[in-house]
């Protein structure tokens, strides 16, 4: 079991950032994609920005990102804090959801390799999720 607490949401002008963070406990696995999906009022659960790290043979991780937010959000992780944040810069009203953290810990070779963004910000791959922190962007 993993648990993920999510927090750093808040209610922003648009142009504005905030930086968001979840943090892991209980299981921690060596090979998982760990990242943000957001959902906002009557629309599907999408995607956001994900990262995908292996075993010690597979060397560095793979990140993934939306395009609606290529270019203005940022993730990155504190492997010694069992972490994941995202810096969301140029907020618009249209980031305005629920952002969620997740955690896939059997990701496939293709998704842990970079070469499967489809399945990498497809919520159905994703076993553990987070609460959610609600982030609001006004004009």
């Known amino acids: 079991q993993v648990q993920l607490a999510e927090s750093g949401g808040d209610s922003v002008q648009a142009g504005g950032s905030l930086r968001l963070s979840c943090a892991a406990s209980?299981?921690?696995?060596?090979?998982?994609?760990m990242g943000w999906f957001r959902q906002a009022p009557a629309k599907e659960r999408e995607g956001v920005a994900i990262?995908?790290?292996?075993?010690?043979?597979?060397?560095?991780?793979?990140?993934y990102y939306a395009d609606s937010v290529k270019g203005r959000f940022t993730i990155s992780q504190d492997n010694a804090k069992n972490s994941v944040y995202l810096q969301t810069n140029t907020l618009s009203p249209e980031d305005t959801a629920m952002y969620y953290c997740?955690?896939?810990?059997?990701?496939?070779?293709?998704?842990?390799?970079?070469?499967?963004?489809?399945?990498?910000?497809?919520?159905?791959?994703?076993?553990?999720w987070g609460q959610g922190t609600q982030v609001t962007v006004s004009p």
């Open positions: 209980g299981n921690t696995y060596r090979t998982k994609c």
């Open positions: 990262i995908c790290t292996g075993g010690d043979s597979l060397g560095g991780g793979s990140i």
């Open positions: 997740a955690v896939d810990p059997n990701p496939s070779t293709t998704v842990l390799a970079g070469n499967d963004p489809g399945r990498a910000l497809a919520r159905d791959e994703y076993a553990y």
